[in-house]
């Protein structure tokens, strides 16, 4: 008996506590090169090569490449849009991750052009501070960063982040969006019906 009991209370852990995963992004902007990591207990299970494809400002649309694969992103807030940013953030996993540590590391310069870097990395960490308030509105983070001019021409960031993901939110993320599709695609079936009659 005991031994089922410690069966069922390893599962009951695993499945309701909290798992931790550290991510981590180097990007050098002027060699167009950005590397993310996803490690959990310390093991890498994830890593993503991804470099800049595109940009149509017209269309405002971004392409990416993520190992050698293209990918596009829509930067507007319609949801109706398939590869729409907005679509991207509400993604369920993204509402079931918490967020503890974040730290950023920037360096930013143009030789010769000294008020123009400064001015730049002021700008930075004005996008920095704005960020941080709407994601400390959401959730509890530590956040920690290092914003400064380069002394050469460079623009390279550096994110350290701690999340905190618990299989049971996972499960209860996917469920909720799959009810409110459902729900939804019921009031468009009752909406068509009452337009046919």
């Known amino acids: 008996m005991s031994v089922l009991f410690t ?24 060699a167009n090169e950005c590397t993310l990591t996803v490690n959990v207990f310390g093991l890498s299970v994830i890593r993503v ?27 507007t807030a319609d949801a109706s849009v398939k590869d729409s940013i907005v679509n991207y953030l509400n993604n369920p996993l993204a509402g079931a991750i918490d967020v ?5 590391k920037v360096r930013l310069g143009a030789a010769g052009f000294d008020a123009e870097s400064a001015l730049a990395v002021q700008f930075v960490r004005m996008l920095l501070a ?3 308030t709407m994601l400390k509105g959401m959730q509890r983070v530590e956040f920690r960063s290092d914003v400064r001019t380069a002394k050469d021409n460079a623009a390279k960031l550096y994110v350290f982040g701690i999340i905190g993901v618990s299989p049971a939110n996972i499960i209860y993320s996917f469920a909720a969006a799959f009810a ?17 009659t």
């Open 180 to 196: 409110k599709k459902r729900l939804s695609s019921a009031v468009k079936r009752g909406e068509k019906r009452r337009e046919n």
């Open 7 to 30: 069966v069922i209370l390893i599962v009951l852990l695993a499945l309701c506590g909290e798992w931790r995963a550290s991510i981590r992004a180097e990007a050098d902007i002027l």
């Open 130 to 132: 704005a960020g941080v």
């Open 49 to 75: 090569r991804i470099s800049l494809d595109g940009f149509m400002p017209a269309q405002r649309y971004l392409w990416l490449k993520a190992n050698g694969k293209r990918i596009g992103i829509s930067l």
């Open 100 to 104: 503890k540590t974040l730290f950023v």
